[in-house]
């Protein structure tokens, strides 16, 4: 089993809907986890971090957490064309200095205008 | 304020070829971390350094080295390059949050 497991997608959604990303991991002692999303061809950047059970939101970003579950979401609502791109999911994983952002592979979300 | 910053962009080198690639940082970050990004792989972590003067190896240290050579920069160095070598390079750094931030990659070609 991966570390950090996300569907490759494509995933399309029409323009104004929301895009549901998901990402399940496998280490229970994680405790932090990551969104990045990585234009083709270009770095990856980072646009939410979320640490605690339960939802965080930023813009129309919003990060959901279930630690029981070992899942971890993104949304974007109102999903615009700007969007589209691989998303990247990170979880933390090891302890004290030997901690490690482990990467899925990303699913790349297609907004279709 | 630039981030990471790396070079080169882009290199081509033939099988056996050695080359060493440049990372810096003006962001303060003890962390730093070296990335390779291969097509179904996602990113995988070469090595990595907590603090200035520490090194250690990540899931893929194999046919690399690093050089922590001071708190803003972290090189990678390929001593005698192979075509699997053939990669996007991603230098990172990182908060005490690990939060991390990207350079903007190398493509590095291996013939």
């Known amino acids: 089993q991966k570390e950090v497991e996300q569907n490759s997608g494509p995933l399309s959604v029409p323009e104004g809907a929301i895009a549901s990303l998901n990402c399940t991991y496998s280490?229970?002692?994680?405790?932090?986890f990551f969104w990045y999303r990585q234009y083709s061809g270009k770095s990856p950047e980072l646009i939410m971090s979320i640490y605690s059970n339960g939802d965080k939101e930023d813009g129309r970003f919003t990060a959901q957490l279930n630690k029981a579950s070992q899942y971890v979401s993104l949304l974007i609502r109102d999903s615009q064309p700007s969007d589209s791109a691989t998303y990247l999911c990170a979880v933390l994983v090891g302890g004290g200095a030997t901690n490690k952002l482990i990467f899925g592979t990303g699913t790349l979300l297609a907004v279709q205008p | 304020n630039a981030g990471v910053t790396q070079t080169p962009k882009f290199q081509v080198l033939k099988t056996g070829q050695s080359m060493t690639l440049q990372c810096a940082q003006d962001?303060?970050?003890?962390?730093m971390y070296w990335y390779r990004q291969d097509p179904g792989m996602g990113l995988r972590l070469i090595y990595y350094?907590?603090?200035?003067?520490?090194?250690d190896k990540g899931e893929v240290p194999n046919g690399y080295n690093v050089s922590r050579l001071n708190k803003r920069e972290f090189s990678l160095r390929l001593e005698s390059a192979a075509p699997s070598q053939t990669s996007v390079y991603f230098c990172?750094?990182?908060?005490?949050?690990?939060?991390?931030?990207f350079g903007p990659g190398t493509r590095l070609t291996v013939t």
């Open positions: 990172a750094s990182g908060l005490w949050s690990h939060e991390q931030y």
């Open positions: 280490d229970r002692g994680s405790q932090s």
């Open positions: 350094s907590a603090s200035e003067g520490t090194t």
């Open positions: 962001m303060n970050h003890n962390s």
